[in-house]
């Protein structure tokens, strides 16, 4: 008998999908929805790029951030843009966003090179090493080998270290022996990602890294089930926005004696509100484009009051404040380049390029103030006020 056998008796490597309610399993088909809705978005390459470096920045800095990091997320942005110099007090907070990033592409382009693959020991102990490389680490942690002593997170003692590289191994050959039933594979991917978070966790076979390595693990699973690698990133920013709930959960599962089904619910309704939130940052995208080509190309012959009008309409469609409304006096302050073009001119210029763009459907008003009438390309909006 192993050690583990008798400490963590209820430690066996199962699924059992029966076990979730009802709820969870309406989350999942709404989870499979949204992420089947981004795959399918059509962005500007601009756009996109700028999507995927967002939330790798959002994904690498939540996954540290659990663990203590204290950069902001535009420090992280700027960092990774280049723009931002730390003092050297605060480098080792970057190197740590930096490798996480780093794993996150390597699990990104071998992906995209050999496909879906089941995950191996020497993959998980590459990504705990990635994870911790050029870090100052305690004396008795070396990043990518299995730990030598035995280690508490919050109130849960780890396995016993002699039984880590036993136990991975056969976490790994468990993983790389299940199939998902024929039509539910994306489900059950989504259950494989989140359930390996989890005993990996319990195993814990690191000195050190072992949240950021089974946060890797997710997203890999994620990834191969098919997310686009915007929502790959979503769960390690719903634990980091819940970090207090997440620590809950994964002690309260320790302690249950190896159920899954509570943490798997708190995760999917997570993931279900991430995915929520990114389809209408993406909407937003999606609206801002069409909207700026729709009035570009009713503006097709210029003057220079047509262009006036048109660069008066586009800078009203920036607003968003009081539900986009502006007051009309306001108007000539309300950029650079309206300034320019009405702080010299008398009030009757103004009057009559609202008018135009009144007449032309592109600006709405109310008692004094105006705004662009961005619903206008929304072809199927609900009527409604405001």
């Known amino acids: 008998m192993r050690t583990y056998q008798q400490t963590h008796p209820w430690l066996e490597f199962k699924l059992d999908a029966s076990r979730l309610d009802y709820t969870t399993w309406m989350f999942l088909g709404e989870a499979i929805s949204k992420v089947e809705h981004i795959a399918g978005v059509p962005l500007p390459p601009a756009t996109a790029s700028r999507l995927h470096a967002l939330y790798l920045a959002k994904g690498a800095l939540a996954s540290t951030a659990i663990e203590g990091n204290t950069l902001t997320e535009d420090e992280v942005v700027r960092h990774l843009e280049g723009q931002l110099?730390?003092?050297?007090?605060?480098?080792?907070?970057a190197r740590e966003v930096d490798n996480v990033v780093a794993a996150c592409n390597r699990i990104g382009q071998v992906i995209i090179s050999t496909g879906p693959s089941p995950v191996t020991v020497d993959d998980i102990r590459t990504y705990n090493r990635m994870?911790?490389?050029g870090l100052s680490l305690d004396?008795?942690?070396?990043?990518g080998e299995f730990r030598l002593h035995r280690v508490r997170a919050g109130r849960y003692s780890a396995v016993p270290p002699e039984d880590c590289e036993y136990l991975l191994s056969e976490f790994c050959g468990w993983l790389g022996s299940l199939v998902p039933p024929e039509g539910l594979e994306m489900a059950f991917s989504i259950l494989i990602a989140i359930i390996t978070h989890l005993y990996f966790v319990w195993i814990h076979p690191f000195g050190d890294g072992n949240g950021r390595t089974a946060r890797l693990l997710e997203f890999r699973y994620l990834l191969q089930a098919g997310f686009p690698t915007p929502a790959a990133h979503l769960l390690s920013n719903f634990y980091n926005r819940t970090r207090t709930e997440y620590y809950r959960q994964l002690d309260r599962a320790s302690s249950s004696g190896g159920k899954t089904e509570d943490f798997v619910a708190y995760a999917v309704r997570g993931l279900v509100d991430q995915l929520r939130e990114q389809l209408d940052q993406i909407r937003v995208l999606q609206m801002e484009i069409t909207w700026r080509d729709y009035v570009h190309g009713r503006f097709r012959k210029g003057s220079l009051s047509r262009d006036r009008q048109k660069m008066l309409v586009l800078?009203?469609?920036?607003?968003?404040?009081?539900?986009?409304?502006?007051?009309?006096p306001s108007i000539p302050e309300l950029s650079a380049d309206t300034a320019r073009a009405?702080?010299?001119?008398?009030?009757?210029?103004?009057?009559?390029?609202?008018n135009s763009l009144h007449g032309m459907s592109l600006v709405?008003?109310?008692?004094?103030?105006?705004?662009a009438n961005k619903r206008l390309i929304l072809a199927f909006l609900p009527a409604r006020r405001g």
């Open 85 to 93: 110099t730390l003092p050297p007090s605060r480098q080792y907070l």
């Open 364 to 371: 709405e008003r109310e008692n004094g103030r105006v705004r």
């Open 315 to 328: 800078e009203l469609s920036k607003r968003v404040l009081d539900n986009g409304w502006v007051d009309v």
């Open 342 to 354: 009405y702080s010299t001119r008398t009030d009757r210029t103004l009057a009559r390029d609202l």
């Open 139 to 143: 004396e008795d942690v070396f990043p």
């Open 131 to 133: 994870v911790l490389e």
